[in-house]
Nanobody
Framework: QVQLVESGGGLVQPGGSLRLSCTAS????????MDWYRQAPEKQRELVAS???????NYSDSVKGRFTISRDNAKNTVYLQMNILKPEDTAVYYC???????????WGQGTQVTVSS
């Protein structure tokens, strides 16, 4: 059974930082690309950052320069370091695992991030 479990969300003031974690089980983690998505109330889910199995990264323009995605294959975990947080970063953050040639994609349950003073 595949499971992705996110953690690290919470309430933070504008300008603050948080680090999200997503730990996977039931998959050969090192072969999977990992994505972080977010969904704000009444908005569509959007891709925030991606990291390939080889460690290549991509970011949305809205977070470039503030967020950093990384992975630790020994721990089956992907991270999202979020700095200089803004109120518009408030959303539920989800991780997703995907692999080329495999139509199945796996999602975590989400973790709430709230940026507010």
């Amino acid at each position: 059974q595949v499971q992705l479990v996110e953690s690290g969300g919470g309430l933070v003031q504008p300008g603050g930082s948080l680090r999200l974690s997503c730990t996977a089980s039931g998959i050969l983690f090192r072969l999977y690309a990992m994505d972080w998505y977010r969904q704000a109330p009444e908005k569509q889910r959007e891709l925030v950052a991606s990291i390939g199995s080889a460690g290549d990264t991509n970011y949305s323009d809205s977070v470039k320069g503030r967020f950093t995605i990384s992975r630790d294959n020994a721990k089956n975990t992907v991270y999202l370091q979020m700095n200089i947080l803004k109120p518009e970063d408030t959303a539920v953050y989800y991780c997703k695992a995907r692999r080329r040639g495999n139509p199945r994609e796996y999602w975590g349950q989400g973790t709430q991030v709230t940026v507010s003073s």
